[in-house]
């Protein structure tokens, strides 16, 4: 039996962001899609109704890998990466309102999957969830001049 010590460290915890983070994307993603395909087909955009909103999830998730990639490899994420997934979650909340219940209510709960995808990832990367920043290990400077570099 393992060590219970093993399930509450920060792997656990790192783990459990990550997973919710997941679940929050996968989520926004289909109600958004369906959102968005139900604005283009009543626009009568015909078989790219189904298509169209694969473009705006899609540009999101181009986004969100390049701007995770960067951050593990510690480097600054594209500014473009970051005016596209700006650009997709703007796209994806227009469509989610326009396609919602014309009520309040139907508006909030219409607007919330991006909302919900953008706070899972600010959280994911501030609370330590898989791509979060990593403080680089100090590198050893010359020797003779003693100490290290940061």
């Given at each position: 039996?393992?060590d219970?010590?093993?399930?509450?460290?920060?792997?656990?915890?790192?783990?459990v962001?990550?997973?919710?983070?997941?679940?929050?994307?996968l989520?926004?993603?289909?109600v958004s899609?369906?959102?968005?395909?139900?604005?283009?087909?009543?626009?009568?955009?015909?078989?790219?109704?189904w298509?169209?909103?694969?473009?705006?999830?899609?540009l999101?998730?181009v986004a969100?890998?390049t701007?995770?990639?960067?951050?593990?490899?510690?480097?600054p994420?594209?500014?473009m990466?970051?005016?596209?997934l700006?650009?997709?979650?703007?796209?994806?909340?227009?469509?989610?309102?326009?396609?919602a219940?014309?009520?309040?209510s139907?508006?909030?709960?219409?607007?919330?999957?991006?909302v919900?995808?953008?706070?899972?990832?600010?959280?994911?990367?501030h609370?330590?969830?898989a791509?979060a920043?990593?403080?680089?290990?100090?590198?050893p400077s010359?020797?003779s001049?003693?100490?290290?570099?940061?």
């Amino acid at each position: 039996m393992p060590d219970a010590g093993v399930l509450c460290g920060p792997a656990w915890e790192r783990f459990v962001v990550s997973v919710g983070a997941a679940a929050v994307r996968l989520v926004a993603a289909a109600v958004s899609y369906e959102h968005m395909r139900a604005l283009a087909a009543a626009a009568r955009e015909g078989w790219r109704a189904w298509l169209l909103p694969v473009s705006v999830d899609g540009l999101a998730v181009v986004a969100l890998i390049t701007i995770r990639r960067a951050r593990r490899m510690g480097t600054p994420a594209d500014p473009m990466a970051w005016l596209a997934l700006t650009v997709a979650l703007i796209a994806s909340l227009a469509a989610n309102v326009a396609a919602a219940v014309p009520t309040l209510s139907g508006r909030i709960v219409a607007a919330w999957p991006p909302v919900a995808l953008l706070m899972a990832e600010v959280i994911n990367k501030h609370r330590g969830g898989a791509g979060a920043n990593r403080v680089a290990a100090p590198v050893p400077s010359n020797p003779s001049k003693g100490g290290t570099k940061r």
